[in-house]
């Protein structure tokens, strides 16, 4: 099989090359020819590395014919490549597009639609959605033979501040909600966001308008409420830095899912604080290796382009409330400031 890395734009690119490259019986190619100021052999210098073939452009990349494709491009070509990729008949991974304004949610849902209309399928890098713990926790709200009705669902991501000023600008909604609302719409089956509410500040941002810290409610049309916590939090410390940590609570019982799970812990004398160790598979090589495995299949693996759009437009209302303090409608189209 061969899979295409498309751009070295997006920070995990360079992880996703080295991963593909890893798996049995996949051929890499790799892409970057937009490169950039400060590295401008970015992508070249890493197919290199790895042995991996180089397209030198987009229609050098997509003449090779690739049956898969991963888009780590910036965020304004993404709508591009995909649109490019699904005209190839290459079935598509994607990062998240960004959340400040309704272009980008236009750009979500076109992408979303020309992938359809063209027989493949577009699947969203949110990683806490792979992987056989995800799924069992699925089977069970799904059965509810002992969850019951889910009802509440109370999640957290409180990774670390992002390194670097691109990563930082792009806000702790950027960065830690769309994988969380993600697990929330891919338990709930898609179905859709009616209102929304938040809060958010930007005491720990590099800037004053990016927000640091964002508690998220969402009542979904099935009557469930998300409580949903995406602030950025200190190293090594709190229950979701290692990934997105939720529980689902139901009218019987609850289940817990925490991606990255605690077995060791203690006290660290040299930086004189709590140090955890976790246990658990990388899990972008288990995303990558489910959304793999799904194009052998010719089935999909991961949340859909739908379901992107679907986190989008919530996100962009949970902009709205936290500005305007009032509750807000994923459904009606929002206008979202800079």
């Not at 889910?150 to 792009?170: D, E, K």
Request: glycine share 10%; net charge negative; proline share 7%.
């Amino acid at each position: 099989m061969k899979v295409a890395v498309l751009s070295f734009a997006h920070e995990r690119a360079a992880t996703y090359a080295r991963l593909l490259h890893g798996m049995p019986d996949v051929d890499l190619v790799v892409a970057d020819p937009d490169g950039a100021p400060d590295d401008p052999a970015r992508g070249r210098s890493t197919a290199r590395r790895l042995g991996a073939v180089y397209a030198d452009g987009w229609d050098e990349v997509f003449a090779l014919r690739p049956d898969a494709v991963v888009v780590t491009g910036e965020a304004g070509r993404r709508r591009e490549l995909v649109e490019r990729a699904a005209g190839a008949g290459a079935q598509v991974l994607c990062e998240h597009p960004p959340t400040a304004g309704a272009a980008d949610a236009a750009d979500a849902e076109a992408m979303a639609q020309v992938c359809q209309d063209m027989g493949v399928r577009l699947s969203m890098a949110s990683p806490a959605c792979f992987g056989p713990a995800f799924a069992a926790v699925r089977r069970e709200i799904a059965e509810g033979e002992v969850l019951g009705r889910l009802t509440t669902v109370h999640g957290a991501y409180n990774r670390p501040r992002p390194a670097g000023q691109r990563a930082a600008r792009s806000g702790a909604l950027d960065t830690n909600a769309p994988h969380l609302l993600d697990m929330v719409d891919t338990v709930l089956g898609g179905i859709p966001a009616e209102q929304v509410y938040a809060q958010s500040n930007s005491i720990l941002g590099a800037e004053p308008d990016v927000e640091s810290a964002a508690l998220v409610t969402v009542r979904y049309a099935d009557g469930t409420v998300a409580s949903l916590d995406c602030s950025w939090g200190p190293a090594d410390q709190g229950p979701a830095v290692g990934g997105p940590a939720m529980t689902f609570i139901g009218d019987r019982a609850s289940v817990e899912f925490t991606t990255a799970p605690r077995l060791l812990g203690g006290f660290d004398s040299a930086t004189s604080r709590e140090r955890w160790g976790t246990r658990g598979d990388n899990p972008y090589a288990v995303m990558l290796g489910e959304f793999v495995d799904a194009v052998r299949r010719g089935s999909g693996a991961g949340p859909d382009g739908a379901a992107g759009a679907r986190t989008l437009r919530i996100i962009q209302a949970v902009r709205v409330s936290a500005r305007t303090g009032q509750p807000v409608e994923p459904a009606v189209p929002q206008t979202v400031l800079p």
